[in-house]
């Protein structure tokens, strides 16, 4: 039923070119049509957009922490979180901003909605690992994955803000981008959340970068119920207060610690271990893509296991044995019980690691 015409801002652009909405109808379509296979997704989100006859989006979750979920989500409330990010960030009209990430996916889908309220010069480029690669225009603002900015170190002084999300940050990654002129967050949401509600800055580094709390953006408050889960309240996006499956230590109602996710804690012995904790400390010694999970146990209930995404190789099992059995950091349960190499992982639609199918596979 159609109750809004959402306008575009006049200084919005599409690779350097505006368009009122009528043009960027015909864009849209062309896109569909004749566009390359990762514009299709942009075209049909903007067609969607623009069609007044309707004031919700389709949008899907990535499936990383479960199955896959299709959500409709208020275009006002699209809106309201681009208001918010551009608030917080100080990305306001004439940002110019890359979008480099898939537009299947809300975080891709919010860039889109972000330049089209704020009145950015949006440049639209292909989602892949390296997506700075053979460019050489400087950025006010991208959203990238900790992959994708990984695989882009070298180039990142073309980004003046970067946010990064989808995936925690590693303590080596955050370690390679001091020194950078870019100024780079770690974002906290969620497809239910409209892509992100809160943001901690990783560099420069400080004594206190590791204790650096996210902080909520505008009109987001937080909160913990009795489970220590996180509760977001944000009236301008949510209908209710969303309680997560984030554990987390809350500051003030604008700032917490994330900790980990309910569902991966492990109970080994009687004791409540987080994966992401052990992970944590073990991103020191491994290069690979890895996971910690709970496997049955007899006597401890379950016990701590390290899979690793690495062809088998005896001697690095062994040497990787011996560095964490030096490690002072780990408590007694901690320390992973076996270690598994893995040719490859089971991933998501987006490209991250599914644990639970990858261990369903293992298992089977």
């Not at 590791?210 to 937080?222: D, I, Q």
């Not at 016990?303 to 001697?315: C, G, H, R, S, Y």
């Not at 062994?318 to 893995?342: C, G, T, V």
Request: proline share 5%; net charge positive; with cysteine.
């Amino acid at each position: 039923m159609k109750n809004h015409s959402f306008e575009i801002h006049p200084r919005f652009k599409i690779n350097g070119n505006h368009f009122n909405k009528t043009e960027l109808r015909s864009v849209a379509y062309s896109y569909v049509k004749e566009g390359e296979p990762f514009e299709e997704p942009v075209g049909n989100f903007l067609l969607d957009w623009l069609n007044d006859d309707y004031d919700s989006i389709k949008v899907r979750t990535s499936g990383s922490t479960g199955e896959p979920k299709v959500y409709f989500i208020d275009k006002q409330k699209m809106i309201n979180s681009a208001l918010a990010t551009g608030k917080f960030f100080k990305v306001e009209e004439g940002t110019n901003a890359l979008l480099c990430l898939p537009t299947d996916y809300i975080g891709g889908r919010m860039m889109l909605v972000r330049a089209m309220v704020l009145g950015w010069d949006l440049d639209i480029v292909e989602p892949k690992s390296n997506p700075l690669d053979k460019l050489f225009k400087t950025y006010d603002f991208c959203a990238m994955t900790p992959f994708q900015m990984d695989n882009s170190l070298g180039r990142l002084h073309l980004v003046k803000k970067l946010i990064v999300g989808g995936g925690a940050v590693s303590e080596n990654l955050i370690g390679l981008i001091q020194g950078i002129p870019t100024k780079v967050f770690e974002v906290y949401g969620m497809t239910e959340t409209i892509s992100h509600i809160a943001a901690r800055k990783l560099n420069p580094k400080t004594d206190n970068t590791e204790k650096r709390p996210f902080k909520a953006l505008p009109n987001v408050s937080v909160s913990q119920n009795e489970n220590n889960c996180l509760v977001i309240k944000a009236p301008k996006i949510l209908d209710d207060e969303l309680v997560t499956n984030d554990i987390v230590e809350v500051l003030t109602y604008k700032k917490f610690y994330w900790k980990g996710r309910v569902d991966n804690i492990i109970n080994s012995g009687g004791v409540k271990i987080f994966p992401e904790s052990v992970e944590k400390k073990l991103q020191k010694l491994i290069t690979h893509r890895f996971f910690i999970a709970g496997l049955a146990d007899d006597s401890l209930g379950e016990q701590v296991v390290l899979f690793i995404e690495a062809p088998q190789n005896d001697k690095f099992l062994s040497d990787l044995r011996e560095a964490i059995n030096k490690m002072s950091s780990f408590d007694k349960y901690e320390k992973p019980k076996h270690i598994y190499l893995i040719d490859k992982f089971e991933e998501t639609p987006s490209g991250k690691i599914h644990r639970k199918k990858t261990l369903s596979k293992l298992m089977s």
